[in-house]
């Protein structure tokens, strides 16, 4: 039970600090979002993709034997070929036929086959449309002119022709902008976390309890308007003689001061009246 209490105190305080530090949070989260955005839409280069299809095949067999093991060939020589027309022995190639001004888009260029499939997909990643598709178109053309000699497979077909797509695949905005919105609460959350961690000023009785001190009493706070409330409501209070008393706003002058420090002088020092004898 104790810890249970302990425990919803922890998250009262929790909340109440995410609570003072609302505003700290909204404005760090509202400046990454901006950054992110700005970074989305004007500073990240858009890329495309272009997508193209082809597969290769062992020479055919007559018997059935023969022909279970050039299925299982097949599928084996799919994967040397993925490994093979993304080596700078083809893009090398793709390059000068292109004219491209640097071999930065090789890395942009996968090759993949499915599980048990001997069909290869092709995928070129560039920031214009159009050279993505001349490059994929390339490689295919290149790869299949030259399989003969490079893996002694003469038997190589191009399914399907990269196509331009013009809508680019990265930046994506929603994705980057939740996490902006995302990222931008944690940080705000964090700083608010530290700002409190760093903070050594003692606010509540729990931060005295803490440190092993005991409360002695508790003054509270007042500002200007409640002193003025409090000398109005003296001055509508009636006075013994039925009048409201004068509340004066000046300090009294030295004169006043003066006779009444010499009229107290004179009553302390007078002498007393002498006894009668009986």
């Known amino acids: 039970m104790p810890a249970q209490k302990e425990e919803s105190i922890d998250l009262r ?13 909204i404005l760090v989260t509202f400046i990454v979002t901006v950054l992110g955005s700005v970074y989305t839409f004007f500073i990240a280069t858009p890329m495309y993709t272009a997508t193209t299809q082809l597969v290769a095949k062992l020479p055919d067999s007559n018997s059935s034997a023969a022909y279970a093991g050039q299925v299982t060939g097949n599928i084996q020589m799919a994967n040397t070929i993925n490994q093979v027309i993304v080596s700078p022995v083809i893009l090398d190639k793709v390059q000068n036929n292109l004219n491209l001004a640097n071999d930065n888009f090789q890395k942009n260029v996968t090759a993949s ?22 490059i994929a178109n390339e490689t295919a053309k290149i790869f299949s002119d030259d399989a003969g000699k490079l893996l002694n497979v003469t ?30 609460l944690i940080i705000g959350i964090a700083i608010a976390f530290l700002m409190e961690a760093l903070n050594n000023k003692i606010t509540k009785e729990e931060d005295l309890e803490a440190l092993g001190l005991s409360v002695l009493g ?43 420090t010499s009229g107290t002088s004179s009553a302390l020092t007078e002498k007393p009246a002498p006894r009668r004898r009986r």
Not at 155 to 184: C, D, E, F, H, W
Request: proline share 7%.
């Open 13 to 25: 305080s929790i909340l109440r600090l995410l609570y003072k530090r609302l505003g700290l949070i």
């Open 113 to 134: 086959n499915t599980t048990n499939s001997q069909v290869i997909t092709l995928t070129v990643k560039y920031s214009n449309p159009y050279t993505a598709q001349k």
């Open 155 to 184: 038997n190589v077909s191009i399914l399907a022709q990269a196509k331009v797509n013009t809508a680019p695949v990265s930046p994506r905005p929603t994705l980057y902008l939740g996490a902006s919105v995302v990222a931008g």
């Open 218 to 260: 508790v003054t509270p706070y007042a500002t200007e308007s409640d002193f003025a409330n409090v000398v109005n409501s003296a001055a509508k209070m009636p006075s013994a003689s039925g009048h409201a008393p004068s509340v004066s706003s000046h300090t009294p002058s030295a004169n006043s001061h003066s006779a009444t």
